[in-house]
């Protein structure tokens, strides 16, 4: 859903929550403290009396909207610009375009995010694995090229990060502390299927690989890119729409954060064919 099809559908805040609650409890509101169904309804307040535990909630606890005072409108359009910023957007974008503070947006921008976060099967088949650089100084940022011997030169202030894509498929991909053998092979070995057919370059931290996979290596410091299927291209591209969105609206991605942009960016690309993906957001943001 672009953002005017959202602005109609949802034309008040009583929409919105309807439509949270039917997403979340199916039309029967559950406890969210004892998971009891007796309630009372107080319609006035959008809460509901439970009859068992004797507290009162609304469709709120639990959610990315918990403790915020913002109209459900905002959220559902602020969703719906992300999910549609194939880049990313910044929070003082969003701010503009939801008339919200800049700190309001960002806020937003994180909450929507941990509901973009993923729990992916084990990939299979064909998988293509490389590590890049992103966020640091200006300075650095176009030092991130490897060597001929395949030595990466990141530069001290940018954050490695390590991912692995099935053909065709899903990304999965998150930083990692260095681009060691025993960093990136655990973090393929938890994430891959053994049996599946591995591409990399010549990165020596991949050697090993062939124990539990099929390893194809492409050499590019033989000036090679594509050495018949055996490429990692589509990673490659994956990665210049993450480093593109990180440079561009982010500016300086601290680190700590990184893992929450690389979720966003993710959740994008694993759905991009999904043409519930506004639904499947909203599903996710009230079911933690
Ligand atoms: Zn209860």
Not at 65 to 70: G, I, M, R
Not at 113 to 137: F, P, Q, S, W
Not at 230 to 255: A, D, M, P, Q
């Amino acid at each position: 859903m672009n953002i005017v099809q959202v602005y109609r559908t949802f034309p008040t805040q009583q929409n919105c929550i309807d439509y949270l609650e039917k997403v979340r409890w199916n039309n029967k509101p559950t406890c969210p403290y004892c998971k009891s169904e007796n309630q009372t309804p107080l319609p006035k307040e959008n809460r509901y009396h439970c009859n068992t535990c004797n507290t009162s909630f609304s469709v709120m606890v639990g959610t990315i909207f918990e403790n915020t005072k913002l109209d459900f409108q905002k959220w559902f359009l602020a969703i719906s610009l992300v999910l549609n910023a194939k880049k990313g957007i910044s929070a003082r974008q969003l701010a503009r375009d939801i008339e919200v503070t800049k700190d309001t947006a960002w806020l937003m921008l994180m909450r929507i995010r941990t509901a973009m976060t993923e729990n992916c099967d084990l990939l299979e088949g064909i998988i293509e694995a490389d590590e890049t650089y992103v966020g640091g100084k200006n300075k650095n940022r176009h030092t991130n090229k490897k060597t001929k011997d395949g030595q990466d030169r990141g530069g001290e202030d940018k954050t490695p990060v390590i991912g692995i894509l099935e053909r065709g498929s899903k990304v999965s991909a998150q930083k990692a502390k260095d681009t060691s053998g025993e960093t990136l092979k655990s973090f393929i070995n938890m994430n891959v299927k053994s049996g599946s057919q591995i591409m990399t370059d010549e990165w020596r931290s991949y050697n090993g690989l062939a124990l539990l996979y099929g390893h194809s290596i492409v050499k590019h410091s033989m000036g090679e890119n594509v050495n018949g299927a055996v490429h990692i291209n589509t990673l490659e591209g994956f990665w210049s729409l993450l480093k593109r969105g990180v440079i561009g609206l982010y500016h300086y991605v601290s680190s700590k954060y990184l893992n929450k942009y690389i979720d966003e960016f993710c959740f994008r690309y694993n759905n991009r064919e999904n043409v519930n993906i506004f639904d499947l957001t909203i599903f996710k943001t009230v079911n933690l």
